[in-house]
Every structure is written in structure tokens, then in C-alpha cells.
């Protein structure tokens, strides 16, 4: 009887195996790339990879809000983005829908288990560092959140994606400025991961190489340990 | 020592506030994020968008965010899921959501789970199709039904 029970839950616990991790290497999207005009001002934000850390949501959204941080610790970062209409003279977008993801100061993003220098993190169940907004009038969307880490093959960044009337009207990338990111991972509390080694500044990032002008946000110190980031995103609304 | 993994299957023909938002919202998200995947809507389903680009099983997820409050909302009860003399809602622990299937064109093909992981259970006996179940902190047990919705996706030893 015995036997036949383990051997039963056995076969249960096999059938029930957890899903599989999808890991994949952060590949520059295979999507045509808008380009960026040399005078630079308005022109469509560089299409990049949406990564493997995406998620979304609606009215029973868990991530609809402006703080992200949910309890993350790490140097508070006040993030606002200007949704711009290159259709109509670069002016702002309203009601547009910003999604925008990023990891913890540990270089984790929540919704998956991923492997980090911590080992793994199974955060399926959470969504820290993970917020959506409409634009307002002015085109703003702003969140709260913190100055995110970095992991094993990228520099630091913040993943966006816009909507427009339900239609995805662009998957882009945010880049920090290189002396903010060394000063920040300088840090007390990030110390324990330290300095970015696998990729040491935005020029050397399979994402920002060729369009780092256009994705590097305005980041400046706005008191102690806390970084206002600013930045314009143009969309052909 | 167990847990127990239960599934609600939800489509159009569910009923039921939560089952209803579910079904609403998660039709609408799917719509959204299925967009980076499907281009031009060259694809219909969602088991066509996956064949073609692997990246598009991250929908399970990207979709079941949107869902989430009304998860939250539950309070951490399993819809439905009572001991064989209805005494007894089990609660769960988290929860996971699932696409089943589904097609851009037409929302009647809009199929998903909500998969609910429940806090560890004593389990005391098998009788038939039953589990015979119990909690630490107290000597009352209750039984429940096995199905093709429950699974047992933990065991241990007892120490």
C-alpha cells in the first residue's frame, strides 16, 4: 500500500514537473530599424528587443501604478518619459499606454526565475520594477522606482514599449549615462555586485551601439542618492 | 507532506464575475502582446505565433499580469474548489496563468487556466478517488475528490 502510494505520487510529481525557464540571449530585434537623422530631433525612438523580461496588463493589471519598487531596496530613480508624436511636429502624445521594465539593483527581473550572481531567483510570482501608464495631456507618463543593476551581458537599461488606440506602436530601450552608472554602482548598496565588468560602458552594448544617441536618457542627480531620469520617446502615433 | 496544483479552465462559456474579467481582459492583453510576435497578423492562433517564434510563449505571462488584481481579489481561496462536503475552500498560495489557446479573429477561441498552487497538506490516505488530507496545526481532516483539474505537484516525507 505503501509502495503503491509513493509510486503513485511519483508519477503525479513527474506529470507536474515545473515549467521550463526560458533563458535566451538578448538579441537585437531582427525589426527594421527606423534610424536615427543626424540633426537628431525628430525622428522614431530605435526599435530594440522587448528581451526576455517582458510583461503586460489591463484593468485588473497588477502593474498599472506609478511605484514600481514594491518594496525593492536600492537609490530611489524618479523616471519621467515624454511620449512625442513624430506624426504630428513632435508633439506629445496623450493616452498613449507606457510599459516599462527593468531589473532590481541585483540585476533580477521579476515574473520570471532568472540566474543572476545571486543564484537563482525564482520571481514568477512578483512584479517589482515593472509599471504601465497612459500619457497625460502633456505626453508624460512618470513612475518611481529604483536605480536598476545589471546583469551577465548588458549595460543598464530600461525597457519600454508604447501603445496607441491598442495598436503597439514601438518596443524601445532606455541607457543611463556611463560616469552615473560607475558613481551609482559605487554605492554602498550596490557594492555588493560592484562595477558592470561584462559590459563596461553603452558604446560596447549589443543594443546601444548603434543608437545610443537617441535611447540615452537625461539622468542627473536631484538630492542625495536619488536620480532624476528624463527622457523622450517619439512615436509615429 | 503535499501541495496541490488546481486548474480553472476558463473560456467563453464561463460564468462568474472573476471568470468573466478573466476572460475579458486577458482576450484584450493577449490582443496587445501578441503584436510584438505577430507582425503584420500574419499568424491567427496562438500555438501558430509560438511555432513561428518561440519568444511568443512569454504571452502566458505577459497576458496573465493583466489579470492579476482580480486574482488578488480571491483572497486566496480557489474558486470552486471545496472538500467533498463543501466545508472546506482550500486557499492558495500563488497562482499561475495559462493560454490555452487562442485566435486574434475571433474571441470564441479565447481559452485560458489559472493554475493555483496551495499552501502544504497532510496527506493521510488515498481512498479510491479520494485524498484523504489534513492541516499541521490541527487533528480535523477532509477529503476531496481527485480530477483532471488537481494535481499533486509536491511531495515529501514526512520527517
Known amino acids: ?237 | 507532506m503535499i501541495k496541490l496544483a488546481i486548474r480553472q479552465v476558463i473560456d467563453a462559456s464561463s460564468t462568474g464575475t472573476f471568470a468573466k474579467n478573466v476572460f475579458r481582459d486577458s482576450y484584450a492583453e493577449f490582443l496587445l502582446q501578441s503584436q510584438a510576435y505577430n507582425p503584420n497578423e500574419a499568424f491567427s492562433t496562438f500555438a501558430e505565433m509560438v511555432e513561428h517564434q518561440p519568444k511568443a510563449n512569454s504571452l502566458h505571462y505577459k497576458t496573465g499580469f493583466a489579470v492579476g488584481l482580480y486574482v488578488q481579489s480571491l483572497a486566496n481561496l480557489v474558486p470552486g474548489a471545496w472538500d467533498m462536503l463543501g466545508n472546506i475552500q482550500l486557499s492558495f498560495e500563488r497562482h499561475q496563468f495559462k493560454i490555452i489557446t487562442s485566435c486574434i479573429h475571433d474571441r470564441q477561441l479565447h481559452k485560458v487556466a489559472v493554475l493555483y498552487y496551495t499552501a502544504p497538506l497532510l496527506l493521510h490516505k488515498i481512498i479510491g478517488d479520494y485524498l484523504l488530507l489534513g492541516f499541521n496545526d490541527t487533528t480535523d481532516t477532509f477529503t476531496l475528490k481527485l480530477d483532471d483539474d488537481l494535481s499533486i505537484c509536491h511531495y515529501s516525507e514526512e520527517s
Open chain 1, 1 to 237: 500500500m505503501e509502495n503503491s502510494r509513493k509510486q503513485f505520487l511519483k508519477q503525479l510529481f513527474i506529470s507536474a514537473t515545473a515549467v521550463p525557464v526560458l533563458i535566451e540571449a538578448c538579441k537585437k530585434s531582427d525589426a527594421a530599424d527606423p534610424g536615427i537623422d543626424s540633426s537628431g530631433a525628430c525622428t522614431v525612438s530605435p526599435e530594440e528587443t522587448d528581451g526576455p523580461y517582458p510583461l503586460y496588463n489591463s484593468r485588473g493589471s497588477s502593474i498599472q501604478r506609478v511605484d514600481i519598487t514594491d518594496g525593492k531596496t536600492g537609490t530611489p530613480l524618479h523616471i519621467t518619459i515624454n511620449i512625442l508624436n513624430t506624426n504630428n511636429s513632435c508633439k506629445p502624445l496623450a493616452n498613449a499606454r507606457v510599459d516599462i521594465w527593468h531589473c532590481d539593483k541585483d540585476g533580477y527581473y521579476s515574473g520570471y526565475s532568472n540566474r543572476g550572481y545571486l543564484g537563482t531567483q525564482d520571481n514568477t510570482a512578483l512584479v517589482f520594477c515593472r509599471g504601465l501608464q497612459y500619457s497625460d495631456t502633456a505626453g508624460q507618463v512618470k513612475f518611481t522606482s529604483i536605480y536598476p543593476g545589471w546583469y551577465e551581458g548588458r549595460v543598464t537599461h530600461i525597457h519600454a514599449q508604447v501603445y496607441v488606440n491598442d495598436k503597439l506602436k514601438g518596443t524601445t530601450q532606455i541607457a543611463f549615462p556611463d560616469d552615473i552608472n560607475a558613481a551609482v554602482y559605487n554605492t554602498a548598496l550596490y557594492a555588493a555586485h560592484g562595477q558592470n565588468t561584462s559590459v563596461t560602458k553603452n558604446s560596447a552594448d549589443m543594443v546601444f551601439s548603434d543608437s545610443l544617441s537617441a535611447e540615452l536618457a537625461t539622468v542627473t542627480a536631484s538630492e542625495t542618492s536619488s536620480y532624476d531620469l528624463v527622457h523622450n520617446i517619439y512615436i509615429a502615433g
